[in-house]
């Protein structure tokens, strides 16, 4: 059988307290008895299952549901005072008590239950089994805290061993984040060394590629300034070569007649290079070397006679 002790301040009397003794089996919806005592005298009742179900449609109230509600009403404690209320009255007519219940809301308050108590006879044993309990469950209290207080000492060792552990992993992981950390250094550094290195050395590798293109400018530069030269020098020689071979045919008309066309080289260059001054000259100049080579056979011919 299952038990629950509590303390209550009946609205009828609330200088007098009151220990409230539940008792029931397996559940309290199936019934349960009520003991009321002053620490002098003692009264009990009992509540049936059947008073259970027609309490709960009396306050129109699933029987579930009213049930949870009794168990927080009768077993919660001290803390239910701002929740619930309960009072102690007699009846007039007969040697019975009416013990009721009832849950407090904002503005109003609604009746839960209430059981007839009757007056024990004898109300020490009452008191005995009261007392008794208490001290059954202060024992079992004190047993437990005893063993509470084991399971955190233990717990307490454990979490200082744990504590000392992760001292260890923690100092561990910094030595070995600091020597990976150097030796990574060590690494960036090469290579960021190697990197310059190779950036110096496409540096130079694109220097010398442009000095090559600006010297292969410069060389195709000459070329094409010296062949222009040449080309020049070529025209040039060969306009003085012209002028001076049609000189040379003009003065020397006996030589030039004996001489083979095949063999003469001014003729070949005459051939090679086209110009169109010396051509002028010798349209103009014409006429006069016919008239000089008719006057010439004339001046012979006087001399001989």
Known sequence: MERHI???WPLSSLDTVYYLQMSWEKDLGNGFIVT???GEQAWSGRVSSNQVTMEAKEAEMVREKYVDELRRALTMGEDRTKSYS??????SDKEVFHFSYEKLLQDISFKLGSVELRKVSDSTEVIKELINYVLHCNAKLRDKNEHLQQENKRLSCDRNDSLKEL??????????????YSR??????EKKAKIRSLQENVKCIDEQAELRSQSRTVVATRQE????????DCSTDEENKGHT???RIWSQPSKSANVPPQNNPIDSSLHDVVDIAPSRKRRHRLPQQKNEVA??????EEKSQ
């Open 36 to 38: 009321l005592c002053n």
């Open 167 to 180: 001292e260890k992993y923690v100092k561990a992981k910094e030595e070995l984040e600091q020597d990976l």
């Open 6 to 8: 509590c303390r209550i």
């Open 184 to 189: 990574f250094i060590l690494v960036l550094n």
């Open 295 to 300: 006057e010439t056979p004339k001046g012979s």
């Open 86 to 91: 309960f009072d102690f009255l007699k009846d």
């Open 245 to 247: 071979s049609e000189n």
């Open 225 to 232: 300034t010296s062949v222009v030269e040449e080309d020049f």
